[in-house]
């Protein structure tokens, strides 16, 4: 389960938008192509788009890498993996290398995660999740479901509590197929169904991953992270976020400051809406480190933000 | 837009899971077809049930009344009208007189509702909403969706932010489409964007329907309401129920001892999810009467549960 791999001068690209129902490898020989996998989300998880943009950088030529790097920078705006992954690559006499390098950085960063955050999981927990931060979202054991995956193997975790995640269905495609494959006893419910999961004492704890952590600790996440961390609060439950330090972005002073990508509405409106019909469809929401128990990272659990950005 | 009618001896029922892509009649000759039709949500809305329920009474037998009654009440255990229509009709020498009755009654029910309710909505509103409760789900104005409507054509309604209200879609299929037909304003979001829809300042309430309240103001309604509820206190905005008063259950306590319908798991599972996935799928969450900011039934606006039973 890994979200890319690198075969003799091609990034080959796993779809995840076909997951489940298939696994189709795109082979993608330019830079414009790997751009536009990541705009489309075929790959997606904030480690991983980064990932992805660096072995991007890898197939620009000489004179196109100024080009390749605004506009694999530009495939998607508030995960901040993607710059600062595409920022190294740039930086590097070797792209492919640094790309190598970045994959098995992040990779060991979610052990570390994982290692961490499995302390945070008491025994018997059922953790409710949002969308998916497993191994094709990371490249590694993931961030969130990383954690849920240790605590798992520990023989801590009763369930994983997937929420589905419209509009893409991340959790429902993704999480719960890669909770099947690893053998963790998971449950769907549809994003309306969290309050009552909590209210009816289904659920111990929140874990999600993140796309942006402001130096505040402000943490952008896919859309619903908020309610749920709002919920949570409500209920007396821990809500916490795991991702890698490279999600920390020091140079945005607080979540307001966060681009929040606007997608089209038609992720929204084509399963049932009639035609014409207006929609938004932000991707991301904003929650405000004061909803926040603890960030993960692979340098252990931070209860502040102003340990998580030491 | 009516979701029943009455033709030479045969309820005909709009079949609402095919909207907005089409527009089908069901004729129902059987009180057992009626319950079926209930069932899988051909006819659904609590007020839109209780009158459907009615006029299947009006189509059994005489040796059959009783077994209808029964058959009927059990097709869905949560909305009140349901049993509350059947013991009406059930009850009355000649059910179909009843039947007609208790429909043009919820439509009464409705028009004051609406009439109510609009002076609840300040000028320039824009209004959160979830599920459908317009005239499909009522019979006649609608509930939630009529007090909006009315607001509109009091010129005070800026916009109505419809949560699309998974599994079933009933906010991107019905309440979409009824606000376009009726020349509301109307964006569509998914159920995940309601917190940081109100977190960005883009609702100024929000307004829900009801298929059972408790004596004690606890009110069961789609899920997802509940989460409504909370994000609506979390962020100071004022949380509405409009209901006719047939939805008000005096038998019933509160919310814990409301009966919350599990639907069939592939309703959720039948999207996106891998073959084999476990799921959960209340139809129906409690709202506790604290985070109520008022109820609006035909007699009023109630700022207390006392009030609202009395």
Redesign the interface.
Known sequence: MTPVRWRDGTLEILDQRRL?AEEMWLACTTWQEVAGAIRTLAVRGAPAIGIAAAYGMALAKGGERDDAAAGLRAARPTAVNLSWAVERALASPDPLREATAIAAEEAARCDAIAAAGASLIPSGARAMT?CHTGALATGGAGTALGVLGEAHARGRLAEVVA?????L?QG??LT??EC?RRGIP????????????M?RGEVDLVIAGADRIAANGDTAN???T??LA??A??HGLPFYIAAPSSTVDRATGDGGAIPIEERD?DE??R????A???????AF??TPAELISAWVTERGVHRSAADLVR
Not at 271 to 274: D, H, S, V
Not at 276 to 282: H, I, K, M, T, V
Request: proline share 10%; charged share 20%.
């Open positions: 489940p949002i929420c589905e995640t419209r509009p269905l429902a495609r719960m197929w099947m998971a449950r769907l419910i549809v994003d309306g169904a969290a309050g009552q999961a209210r896919k859309v619903g908020y309610g709002v919920l609060r409500h509405p929204v409106l399963i049932g809406a009639p014409g019909a207006r929609a938004s469809n932000p929401d904003v």
